[in-house]
């Protein structure tokens, strides 16, 4: 099967803009979460789709926002950037979401903010 | 809340001598417990995982880490170090509500000498 891809790969983006990253999970995976790594946060959780409804979501502004098509791709947005979101964003997949299931990481979208 | 704490931020061994990262867990009820690795621009990778039954967990590459309930400890061992295990390592727990909302620990960069 192929793997998680994410594209674009690298983002250049200025502050004020928006940003949409697309994640396409593995196939037959129906859950998708996304993260924001950064050297001085590390990993943090965004939020979990699962059957394009959104299960779960981490402590980020109403500025990041997600969705789930019914093929399992998902998207995510993040609307007026900041400095402070560039990030490498990485997406997975896993194939019920459950918490005894692991994950399947996509290699990331490297998003900087100029 | 479900968290796991990984106390050392960088490790290194030698070539051939035996590695330990490690990660301690703070959750309530029985633990699902995972390792991650990522390599250099890439995206994290699954090694293993406990989720019950034997406290010797085996994962891939020739990783096992030992849960230890006692201590509230879950760490990744590997008998024998190769250079090609330099990397960051992660330690991570899911939502205790069983969902694909999972904390990650801080990470451990590991660096094997030659």
């Known amino acids: 099967k192929a793997g998680v891809t994410q594209t674009p790969r690298y983002l250049i983006k200025t502050r004020g803009q928006q940003v949409t990253l697309s994640c396409s999970p593995i196939?037959?995976?129906?859950?998708v979460s996304w993260y924001q790594q950064t050297p001085g946060q590390g990993l943090q959780f965004l939020f979990e789709?699962?059957?394009?409804?959104?299960?779960n979501k981490g402590n980020f502004p109403g500025r990041f926002s997600g969705r789930q098509f019914s093929n399992s791709r998902s998207e995510m947005n993040v609307s007026t950037l900041e400095l402070g979101d560039s990030a490498l964003y990485l997406c997975?997949?896993?194939?019920?979401?459950?918490?005894?299931?692991?994950?399947?990481f996509g290699p990331g979208t490297r998003l900087t903010v100029l | 809340a479900q968290s796991v704490a990984q106390p050392e931020d960088q490790v290194k061994v030698a070539e051939g001598n035996p590695l330990t990262v490690k990660c301690t867990y703070s959750?309530?009820?029985?633990?699902?417990l995972f390792w991650y690795v990522q390599y250099p621009n890439r995206g994290l990778q699954f090694l293993l995982k406990?989720?019950?039954?034997?406290?010797l967990v085996k994962g891939s590459y020739g990783f096992e880490a030992e849960f230890n309930k006692s201590q509230t400890s879950f760490h990744l061992k590997k008998p024998s170090a190769l250079v090609s295990d330099s990397a960051l390592y992660f330690c991570?727990?899911?939502?205790?509500?069983?969902?694909?909302?999972?904390?990650f620990g801080t990470g451990t960069k590991l660096q094997v000498i030659p």
């Open positions: 991570a727990v899911p939502y205790s509500g069983g969902y694909q909302k999972v904390t």
């Open positions: 789709y699962f059957s394009e409804t959104q299960r």
């Open positions: 959750v309530s009820g029985n633990p699902y």
């Open positions: 196939s037959g995976h129906r859950s």
């Open positions: 406990y989720i019950t039954g034997d406290n």
């Open positions: 997975a997949s896993s194939e019920t979401g459950q918490g005894h299931n692991e994950q399947f």
